[in-house]
T-cell receptor, first 116, second 110 residues
Framework: AQSVTQLDSQVPVFEEAPVELRCNYS??????LFWYVQYPNQGLQLLLK??????LVKGINGFEAEFNKSQTSFHLRKPSVHISDTAEYFC??????????????FGKGTHLIIQP | DAGVIQSPRHEVTEMGQEVTLRCKPI?????LFWYRQTMMRGLELLIY????????DSGMPEDRFSAKMPNASFSTLKIQPSEPRDSAVYFC????????FGPGTRLTVL
């Protein structure tokens, strides 16, 4: 069984400041990790993914995440946020054959609030 | 590519009525997933298909829920009879290796 814990339900940040959204996972098998963003009344958009290889993953909109196997973490970072980054961010994990075949387990989400 | 297409985008119905949600996956994708999102429970995987075959429906909440995938281009999620606690946003996603989500169907059961 897999699980995902997003440690912060809400993160307020001033515009142009850096941000880190935390994600920890548990899994008994090799994992594949994802971050999705959800803007109000919209679907989920893929930000970035870790499938294998380099542990530092770069995604869209200037976001990046680092896979840390020893700490079972996959924290999301952005060096300078913009008002348009206000959204709900979801961390997700898939095991076995990857998210392509057997579905994702999601965290509860982190609401990123950008303050002017 | 048009992405994952879901219809209807919004559905309001009365308790006891049958509801059918529809999904057209991205062409060429061989896996399809149905998720439900609520404030209380977050995003939950209901059921998924590989090559049109249902693989795991353990997330389907009750026998009132059923899903079909008659071909690679179409899937339905049916609720019969519907209840107010079924009110949620239902997402369909398709994948070849990375899941891509549709815009969702917001279901309200009165």
């Amino acid at each position: 069984a897999q699980s995902v814990t997003q440690l912060d339900s809400q993160v307020p940040v001033f515009e142009e400041a850096p941000v880190e959204l935390r994600c920890n996972y548990s899994s008994s098998v090799s994992v594949y990790l994802f971050w999705y963003v959800q803007y109000p009344n919209q679907g989920l958009q893929l930000l970035l993914k870790y499938l294998s290889g380099s542990t530092l993953v770069k995604g869209i909109n200037g976001f990046e995440a680092e896979f840390n196997k020893s700490q079972t973490s996959f924290h999301l970072r952005k060096p300078s946020v913009h008002i348009s980054d206000t959204a709900e961010y979801f961390c997700a994990v898939s095991g076995g054959s990857g998210g392509g075949a057997d579905g994702l387990t999601f965290g509860k989400g982190t609401h990123l609030i950008i303050q002017p | 590519d048009a992405g994952v297409i879901q219809s209807p985008r919004h559905e309001v119905t009365e308790m006891g009525q049958e509801v059918t949600l529809r999904c057209k996956p991205i062409s060429g994708h061989n896996s399809l997933f149905w998720y439900r999102q609520t404030m209380m429970r977050g995003l939950e995987l209901l059921i998924y298909f590989n090559n049109n075959v249902p693989i795991d429906d353990s997330g389907m909440p009750e026998d009132r829920f059923s899903a079909k995938m008659p071909n690679a281009s179409f899937s339905t999620l049916k609720i019969q009879p519907s209840e107010p606690r079924d009110s949620a946003v239902y997402f369909c996603a398709s994948s070849l290796s990375i899941p891509y989500f549709g815009p969702g169907t917001r279901l309200t059961v009165l």
